[in-house]
């Protein structure tokens, strides 16, 4: 008998939003019930966005895995979590990028940092850290990425980020209630596509 949590895989599979094989595996060994509160721990494979505290969430599979689609991380790679929040996201990178790869998340509520980290400490991946945002948006000291991930939804394309992206590299953030991939054509070039339908939390960029 399948599992809750190969279920949720194989219906994301089905449905066409986990496609590729790394980042199925990536779901397969990182178990969204230990990036989740206690008492949420039974609702861990629906596909649902779960509160985490604060005003934030763990983000619905479905959208995880589509994101995760667009991205299109490999190993390898250094990548920014922007919102990494409960750090299942973060995980899931760290696992697709593997020992030669490295991931940073970023997170400005210093009580879903310390819940990122304890739920990351489940692990062993060496690869991913999690630091405590401030005032600058991203993790400027640590660019450029190949890719950036943001999970929470801004106004208009966060151009800071955009700086701190490497040429040829990929971020999927979220403007208003689309995601959108933008690829780095150059120093002053971008691609854009955009996707749209969703829901997100807004991206905090104080913690005032």
Request: aromatic share 8%; net charge neutral.
């Amino acid at each position: 008998m399948s599992s809750p949590k190969d279920l949720l895989i194989k219906k994301l599979i089905k449905n066409g939003y986990l496609k590729s094989a790394p980042i199925i595996e990536a779901f397969k060994e990182v178990d969204r019930r230990d990036f989740v509160l206690p008492e949420y721990e039974d609702l861990a494979y629906l596909d649902e966005a779960l509160p985490i505290g604060y005003g934030q969430t763990i983000s619905q599979p479905l959208t995880v895995a589509f994101m995760l689609e667009l991205l299109a991380p490999e190993p390898g790679e250094k990548i920014l979590d922007v919102g990494s929040g409960s750090g299942w996201t973060t995980a899931l990178l760290a696992q697709i990028v593997g020992a030669r790869g490295s991931v940073f998340g970023i997170e400005i509520i210093r009580a879903l940092v310390d819940f990122g980290r304890k739920n990351l400490a489940k692990y062993e991946l060496p690869q991913v850290s999690i630091f405590q945002a401030h005032a600058e948006l991203g993790l400027p000291r640590k660019a450029p990425f190949d890719r950036i991930l943001v999970s929470a939804s801004s106004p208009s394309l966060p151009e800071e980020l955009v700086k701190q992206l490497r040429v040829g590299g990929r971020m999927v953030a979220v403007v208003l209630n689309s995601v959108v991939k933008v690829d780095k054509i150059s120093g002053k070039n971008i691609k854009k596509e955009e996707h749209s339908g969703f829901s997100f939390v807004p991206l905090i960029l104080n913690n005032k």
